[in-house]
């Protein structure tokens, strides 16, 4: 094959000499490029964020005598208005009153260098929904979660790049692309 293409090349007149060099130029420069970007993305579903979040809770805290738990965290993915939230369950009980509701947070998802992960941070409570309440007075509770409770938590990890392709760069992306169910990290 080789042989061939030198005969065509060494036969030819100039004009056809630089057109099959650029052509040649072209294929390969696209084919590396076509490789690269192969290799400078990573599709990352809210299943396996979710799992991640189920190691870290639940999460017990107090304070001023409430005690709470926050369980069945999990990450939503909101295409519409692009955004990514998390949603949990916080529980409290006192002699044999029940108190529970659940949680939605906006935040922002920054990037550890030290650790090479994607962190869940600058909570701020977006919606409060009671779902059972048969404390007498369930205000001072509301009170402490709204308060004091959510705003103690620390370094809620989304995923790290470990845990993904070995080929992903250990850096904050580029571009990060909400779509239903996934968020798409792109490395230039």
Same mark, same amino acid.
């Given at each position: 094959m080789e042989k061939v293409v030198l *005969?065509? /090349? /060494?036969g030819a007149k100039p004009v056809m000499k630089h057109l099959v /060099?650029?052509?040649?130029?072209?294929i390969l420069s696209s084919s590396a490029a076509y490789s690269q970007v192969e290799k400078s993305f990573?599709?990352? !579903?809210? !299943?396996?964020? *979710?799992r991640n979040l189920a190691l870290q809770f639940p999460i017990k !805290?107090?304070?001023q005598g409430i005690q709470a738990t926050f369980?069945?965290?999990q990450i939503l993915i909101d295409t519409l208005d692009q955004s990514i939230k998390l949603q949990m369950l916080v529980s409290a009980n006192n002699n !044999?009153?029940?108190?529970?509701a659940k949680l939605v947070f906006i935040g922002t998802m920054e990037f550890d260098q030290f650790l090479e992960s994607y962190l869940f941070e600058d909570l701020l409570l977006d919606s409060f929904i009671v779902e059972q309440d048969s404390y007498v007075d369930s205000q001072p509770t509301v009170k402490a979660i709204k308060q004091s409770l959510i705003n103690d938590f620390k370094d809620i990890e989304l995923f790290n790049l470990t845990e993904l392709n070995a080929f992903v760069p250990k850096r904050k992306a580029d571009k990060i692309e909400i779509s239903t169910g996934q968020l798409r990290f792109i490395w230039y």
């Amino acid at each position: 094959m080789e042989k061939v293409v030198l *005969n065509i /090349l /060494l036969g030819a007149k100039p004009v056809m000499k630089h057109l099959v /060099l650029v052509l040649s130029l072209f294929i390969l420069s696209s084919s590396a490029a076509y490789s690269q970007v192969e290799k400078s993305f990573e599709i990352v !579903k809210a !299943k396996k964020i *979710n799992r991640n979040l189920a190691l870290q809770f639940p999460i017990k !805290k107090s304070f001023q005598g409430i005690q709470a738990t926050f369980s069945d965290a999990q990450i939503l993915i909101d295409t519409l208005d692009q955004s990514i939230k998390l949603q949990m369950l916080v529980s409290a009980n006192n002699n !044999k009153q029940e108190f529970s509701a659940k949680l939605v947070f906006i935040g922002t998802m920054e990037f550890d260098q030290f650790l090479e992960s994607y962190l869940f941070e600058d909570l701020l409570l977006d919606s409060f929904i009671v779902e059972q309440d048969s404390y007498v007075d369930s205000q001072p509770t509301v009170k402490a979660i709204k308060q004091s409770l959510i705003n103690d938590f620390k370094d809620i990890e989304l995923f790290n790049l470990t845990e993904l392709n070995a080929f992903v760069p250990k850096r904050k992306a580029d571009k990060i692309e909400i779509s239903t169910g996934q968020l798409r990290f792109i490395w230039y």
